[in-house]
């Protein structure tokens, strides 16, 4: 196992460079970018001071080319990133104006607490409404919540995050929930316990969104999981035997069932990037879903790049680290 993960850790610097120069040479082609962003915010401003729309000579665009590094090959200008990369700058941001890390990190809690909360509250209730599920095999109790599922299964977060803003937001319909924003205005100068049910109503309809898909699958894989188990000879020689089948079910073929749910735990390592993108546009939450979209909009490049270089580093180790919980869990797998 320790060879195998070292192969892994190893793996991961071909991996990055790969994608990260994927990533570049697709940038080259989207078409757009801090020059002329540049340019015409300087045509916009002189419009806008009355005058008419002033001209940019080639001297001045070559000036702002050398400004964002743009006088470059495009080869330089990979080579140049990637050695700053290696030293832990990730560049600056061309709408911030600030280092591109900063900017990422000034973000990094919004989507951390949604990234988190969703992920151990799926597992908290996936878990159990599973098993009872399986449990309750084919019953009225099945079928019902299976619908109610697989309706959340086929629905994306986003999707649901826009019916829920018309049916609860205070459309057409209900004014139950705020549908922007972490906290009210008058946050401030509410009381301790008034502070946090102001901050769980504000979460309601977003954290519903984030969980949606994950709590499909994780319900339908563990009902699944353990009802495989539950139809294995060994449950049936423990049956034999005399021990009875609640005994069977949570002693021996629960603990088994738990196995391939090991699978999903990796992804706590990416919580942080999960499917927020859209949701956290929808919902006005300032978090890193929000910033990936808007640099791209924006085409500030140093920050998609350091996303995805960010992305792609999480998520390998959350598959290594699922990797081990797999082994952890079941004896028999060897990764050698």
């Known amino acids: 196992m320790t060879a195998y993960i070292l192969r892994r850790l190893l793996l991961l ?8 120069l994927a990533c570049f040479i697709l940038i080259q082609f989207v078409p757009g970018g801090p020059v002329e962003e540049t340019i ?10 009355g005058g008419s729309t002033r001209e940019i000579s080639p001297a001045e665009v070559e000036n702002i080319k050398s400004y964002f590094g743009f006088d470059q090959p495009a080869y330089k200008r990979y080579f140049h990133w990637l050695g700053h990369l290696l030293k832990g700058d990730f560049g600056n941001s061309y709408t911030y104006h600030k280092p591109v890390l900063g900017v990422i990190l000034s973000k990094m809690p919004i989507s951390l607490f949604f990234g988190l909360t969703s992920f151990f509250l799926s597992y908290l209730i996936s878990i159990p409404l ?13 079928t019902l919540s299976s619908t ?29 929930f705020p549908i922007s924003g972490m906290v009210s205005d008058n946050f401030e100068f509410l009381g301790p316990w008034d502070k ?8 309601v309809l977003p954290l519903t969104c984030y969980m949606v898909g994950e709590f499909a699958v994780l319900t339908l894989l563990t009902k699944n999981s353990l009802l495989e188990e539950l139809n294995k000879d060994y449950l049936r020689t423990a049956l034999a035997k005399g021990v009875s089948f609640k005994s069977a079910a949570w002693r021996h073929a629960l603990r088994n069932a738990f196995i391939p749910l090991a699978t999903g735990m990796g992804e706590i390592f990416t919580v942080m990037f999960a499917g927020a993108l859209l ?19 924006g085409r500030d490049y140093n920050v998609v790049l350091g996303l995805i270089v960010l992305i792609s580093l999480f998520t390998m180790l959350g598959r290594l680290f699922s990797d081990m919980l797999y082994a952890a869990a079941d004896p028999r797998i060897r990764f050698d």
Not at 40 to 49: D, E, Q, W
Not at 131 to 139: D, T
Not at 169 to 174: D, M, P, T
Not at 196 to 203: A, K, S
């Open 13 to 20: 610097v071909p991996t990055l460079l790969g994608i990260s």
């Open 40 to 49: 015409s915010k300087i045509r916009a401003f002189s419009s806008m001071r």
């Open 130 to 142: 599973g098993v009872a599920k399986a449990l309750r095999n084919q019953s009225a109790f099945d």
């Open 148 to 176: 109610l599922i697989f309706a959340g299964y086929v629905m994306p977060g986003f999707a649901l995050g826009v019916l829920l803003i018309i049916f609860f937001g205070g459309g057409s319909f209900l004014n139950w």
């Open 196 to 203: 946090t049910l102001d901050f769980l109503h504000h979460m």
């Open 279 to 297: 949701i956290e546009k929808i919902f006005d939450l300032d978090g890193m879903g929000l910033l990936f979209y808007n640099s791209i909009v």
